[in-house]
T-cell receptor, first 113, second 114 residues
């Protein structure tokens, strides 16, 4: 099955700086890669996703890049703000009829004021 | 409350107890999921229901028993649990399983097994 690894597990940045979280996946047939944000005590929520037919997608201060050859994808947050502090999970959708989400282990991002 | 709701939000039970977790979605979705979230571990998919039919059971011990009476409701029946089963149990739903559909999560049930 699919295996998703996520790094780093914790990340601290100064307000206004950029943050980058990286994930690798094992199933070369995976073709959908969502990112979820989970604030403390709250439910995970989708913030951005990318399909395998594009290499980059941007939505205001967040962007995701995908390298299918290397089987890795990254989340980029620019001009970070304190409200960006949360746990971020990457995920990959495996191939075949199952198409279940396999999540990374999460990155605790702390934006320091 | 709109979206995905879960009850109870917190549950403490002994190893010999039987309890049930409930999930309800008000989004008109056809797929529902149970996830286990333990500290410092990835979200673990437990069960998937698509149009009320169970399509995935990720090697979950039989002490966890799901039930999906209709597309809007999902239960997780618990019996003779172990302390290592203590975790946050998240329910999610999506329009349907097997395509590029966003999963909407409930707030979770924080389970403690004594």
């Amino acid at each position: 099955g699919e295996n998703v690894e996520q790094h780093p597990s914790t990340l601290s940045v100064q307000e206004g700086d950029s943050a980058v979280i990286k994930c690798t996946y094992s199933d070369s047939a995976s073709n959908y890669f969502p990112w979820y944000k989970q604030e403390l005590g709250k439910r995970p929520q989708l913030i951005i996703d990318i399909r395998s037919n594009v290499g980059e997608k941007k939505d205001q201060r967040i962007a995701v890049t995908l390298n299918k050859t290397a089987k890795h994808f990254s989340l980029h947050i620019t001009e970070t703000q304190p409200e960006d502090s949360a746990v971020y999970f990457c995920a990959a959708v495996s191939s075949g009829s199952a198409r279940q989400l396999t999540f990374g282990s999460g990155t605790q991002l702390t934006v320091l004021p | 409350e709109t979206g995905v709701t879960q009850t109870p939000r917190h549950l403490v039970m002994g190893m010999t107890n039987k309890k049930s977790l409930k999930c309800e979605q008000h989004l008109g979705h056809n797929a529902m999921y149970w996830y286990k979230q333990s500290a410092k571990k990835p979200l673990e998919l437990m069960f998937v229901y698509n149009f009320k039919e169970q399509t995935e059971n990720n090697s979950v011990p039989s002490r966890f028993s799901p039930e999906c009476p209709n597309s809007s409701h999902l239960f997780l029946h618990l019996h003779t649990l172990q302390p290592e089963d203590s975790a946050l149990y998240l329910c999610a739903s999506s329009l349907k399983h097997g395509s590029y559909n966003e999963q909407f999560f409930g707030p979770g049930t924080r389970l403690t097994v004594l």
